[in-house]
Every structure is written in C-alpha cells, then in structure tokens.
C-alpha cells in the first residue's frame, strides 16, 4: 500500500495547520463570572435595544432584510487502496488525491412565504495517484440550486418548490442523490414538489415530479470546460441516463414516537452513456418508525420493484425486485449521550440464469449511504455505475457516543452477503462478501468550521475470487468552513 504513510502525513499537516486556524477563528467565551441571562418576562418591551450580534459575520450574511448570503468550502485529502477489485495487482489499484469544493448562495425573500433559492458550485481535485493521472482535475462550476419557493400554500401547512433543488425521502434509502457521477459534488433534481399537511394534523403528503440529465448543461450553462477532463480522468456526466420520475410519499403520524408512511415512486430511464439504464422502473413501499421506550427505537422500510428495465448486466427482461432496511436502536441516556444499533438489509440480487431481473435498483439512492468505500466496489458488478447497491445482506452493529458537545465518535461493524453469483469477473461461487469496519471522529470547532477523521477496512469473503483476495482501505481527513 505504497502512499498511505504519504496521505496520512499530509492529512495530518493539513488538519494541524487549520486547527491552529480554527482556535484563532473560535467564538469569543463569556467573561469570567458573567451571570446567565435573566428569563424574558412576557408582554413587557425590552429596556434597551437588543444587542448586537457576536458574529460579525452576519452583517455579511444577512445585509438586508430580504437578502441572506452564504458559503462555505470543503476541503478533503482522500485515500483509497484496492477499493475496487481487492487486488494489489490490478494497476492503479491506489488512489490518493485532494478535494476542493467551494459553494456560494443567495436567498431572495420578495414578499413574506416567497423565496427565491440560487447556489453554485465548483470542486476541483488535485491527484497524486495514480502517476496516470497526477495533476488537476478543474471540473466547472455549477448551478446545483436555483428555485422558486412558496410556503403556506392557500393557507394551509403546504410547501411548493419549483426548480432545481435537493431532495431527500426519509434516510435517503431510495431518494437522495440525482447526480451520482459527480461524487458529493452535488444531488440535485430538476423537480416541481408539493409538500402538504393534511387536515387532520397527522397525515402529510410530499409529492414530486423531477428530471435528471446526463448532460451537466442540459438546463443551465455551466461556467468552465464540460467536454472533457484533463489526465484522463473521463467524462463529466452527471448520471449514465436522462432519467424522469414521480414520486408520492403518504405520512401517518400516530405521535411523537411512531409514524408509517406508504410511497409510489416512478422512474423512466433513457440511456445516454455506454453502461445507462434502459426502461421503467415501479416501486411500491412502507415505511414504519416506533419509539417503544424513551430508550429502544426501531425503523424499518421496504420496497416491490417491477417493470421493464434494461440494466448493464441483465438481457432485456421484465423486472422482478425486493429491498427491506431496517434499524433498532437502544440509547443509554448517559453522559456520553451512547447509543448502540443493530442493521440489516436485504437487496434481492438477480439470478444469472433467469432470463427475469430480479436485482434490486436502487433508483436515486446511488451514494454512500453505510460506506464511502464499497461504493466504489459496486461498480465491478453493475458495468461501471459506482454505488449502484443491489444483492446484498447486510448485519452488524453499529455505535455512536458524544463524548463532548464537540465531538462525536462512531464505528460500525458489518458482515456483508450475496444472494447470488455476480458474473463480474473477480467473483467465485461463495456468497460471504467479506468483514466491514469503519471508525469515524467528527469534531465541531466552532459555529464556521468542522472536521472529521474518516476510516474503512474491508476483509474480502469467498464471494471474490483468490486472485481478489487484498484487503481494502479508505481513509479521509476533511475540513468544512462555513460563512
């Protein structure tokens, strides 16, 4: 694993130096015996006007009632080895490079429940390894939000969004991620949304009809090269097809604790790349959360996929696929603030030798959503589509404690399955994936700067094959400034 000592001292020197940034930048702490404010007493206006801000940055970020300024820049040093094939001797099977993404945005408030939402991004990456591609990757900068929001639609507790915008359906299991190629660059749909509160004061609605297009200006020019990019580093697709969908999430909530939903979501795939999808995709689903204690918890959800999809590993042939995630949870209510979970999902996988697809699709949930490594694998299996999940058992323990209101500390262990033989060309006939572990620190070092330590090791099972046998690794340092 040639490079990993190089990445770990760089990440090590890029944490240290805006550390020492952070702690000159930190929030100013109170003085030294200051008494904690008195609580405001109801329908008696305040003696003195209300003091000024002790950020001085919101003069910046708000400069004027209708108006809210925003940015922020993500700075990451990557390192992945094996991740892909798990083998040491596939060339290039080391990557280490640099992330840099800068995002700046505008709210409009022209009129009270109107909004208008505008953001652009751009994330260049610097790369190391492979020698192949030493160098920068520039990539263009974006339009990932421009809508037209208006809340308390006819009177009532409804949203409308209309445009470019982020849209996330409960954990993000089916719907999170428009634009996949382009890592956690962006998410967006092209989409019309209506999120409504029903009249009973229980139920709600959030409907959706969204576009996504392989093309990064297919709507909106973008500002930079969007032809190619430089070190062979590929195209700068956004996702393999132009995909169309609909989308309608039923909610129920009994109380606090415990709430059920019912949801339809419709996608039609028009192939643009070599290895993009072909066809339609229905899928019906259920969701259920329930609190039984103040300290155990569980969520559970799952899907019946049907239509007629043509995917980069099946013959075309009718669609026949199942998903179910779930999560129980037991919090200790302790000082650390503890809580210990336990997961399992299940991702029908599609049999060889029937001329039925019987692999789960994911739809728009292709990211990371347990491991910012296996993503990467999934690509061996499905022709190139990185993080396109399917026939999979997962179950493991997982763990998260907040030792301070600083940090967070978490780990996770996995023991991961197939349900059948996946015919990529660096599997055998077991069905034991292999071991996960991953361990995470994230730290908040004030209201406009954070930071996480991020690492994952994969130990290969008998699904692969030995000449595929190497373990993987992922590890990330990352810095997030806010304005």
Not at 254 to 266: H, M, Q, R
Not at 279 to 304: C, K, M, P, T
Not at 341 to 362: Q, R
Request: hydrophobic share 35%; glycine share 8%.
């Amino acid at each position: 694993m040639r490079g990993m000592l190089d990445c770990r001292l760089k990440a090590a020197v890029l944490a240290v130096s805006l550390v020492g940034g952070a702690v000159i930048a930190a929030e100013p702490a109170p003085a030294p015996g200051t008494p904690a404010a008195a609580p405001a007493k109801t329908n008696v206006a305040p003696a003195t006007p209300a003091p000024a801000s002790a950020d001085p940055l919101d003069a910046i970020k708000q400069p004027t009632d209708w108006l809210k300024l925003g940015a922020d820049l993500r700075l990451r040093q990557e390192y992945l080895d094996d991740a892909t094939t798990m083998s040491d001797d596939v060339k290039n099977h080391e990557q280490d490079y640099s992330r840099f993404r800068a995002r700046a945005w505008a709210t409009i408030t022209p009129a009270e429940n109107l909004t208008i939402n505008n953001r652009w991004t751009w994330e260049g990456r610097y790369w190391l390894q492979p020698e192949a591609a030493e160098g920068w990757q520039t990539s263009y900068i974006i339009c990932d939000q421009l809508n037209l929001q208006v809340k308390n639609l006819f009177d009532s507790k409804s949203t409308l969004t209309v445009g470019r915008q982020d849209i996330i359906m409960n954990e993000g299991w089916l719907v999170l991620d428009g634009t996949p190629l382009d890592g956690s660059r962006t998410i967006f749909f092209d989409a019309i949304r209506l999120q409504m509160q029903l009249p009973d004061n229980h139920s709600s609605l959030d409907m959706s009809v969204l576009q996504t297009h392989q093309d990064p200006e297919a709507w909106f020019p973008a500002i930079g090269n969007t032809a190619t990019y430089p070190n062979g580093h590929g195209e700068p697709s956004l996702v393999e097809e132009n995909e169309f969908g609909v989308i309608a999430d039923y909610k129920y909530t009994v109380d606090k604790g415990t709430n059920f939903d019912a949801f339809y979501i419709y996608k039609n795939n028009d192939q643009e790349l070599r290895n993009g999808d072909q066809g339609e995709i229905h899928a019906l689903g259920g969701r259920a959360e329930h609190a039984f204690s103040d300290n155990l918890s569980a969520r559970a959800q799952g899907v019946y996929e049907f239509g007629n999809n043509r995917t980069p590993y099946e013959t075309p042939g009718r669609l026949n696929a199942f998903g179910a995630t779930s999560r129980i949870t037991y919090a200790f209510k302790d000082t650390w603030d503890q809580k210990l979970g336990f997961d399992l999902e299940y991702l029908s996988g599609d049999d060889p030798n029937s001329k039925t697809n019987e692999g789960f699709d994911p739809l728009w949930g292709r990211w990371p959503q347990w491991s910012e490594m296996y993503a990467n694998t999934w690509a061996t299996e499905t022709k190139g589509r990185p993080g396109e999940q399917t026939n999979l058992i997962r179950v493991g323990p997982n763990w998260e404690a907040n030792p301070t209101k600083q940090l967070n500390l978490s780990a996770a262990y996995y023991a991961m399955f197939a349900n059948e033989d996946a015919n990529s060309g660096i599997t055998a006939d077991g069905n034991f994936r292999g071991n996960y572990f991953q361990a995470v620190a994230k730290y908040k070092f004030n209201s406009h700067l954070t930071g996480h330590l991020w690492g994952e090791y994969f130990f290969p099972g008998n699904f692969y094959s030995g000449s595929n046998q190497s373990e993987a690794v992922f590890l990330r340092v990352e810095l997030n400034l806010t304005l």
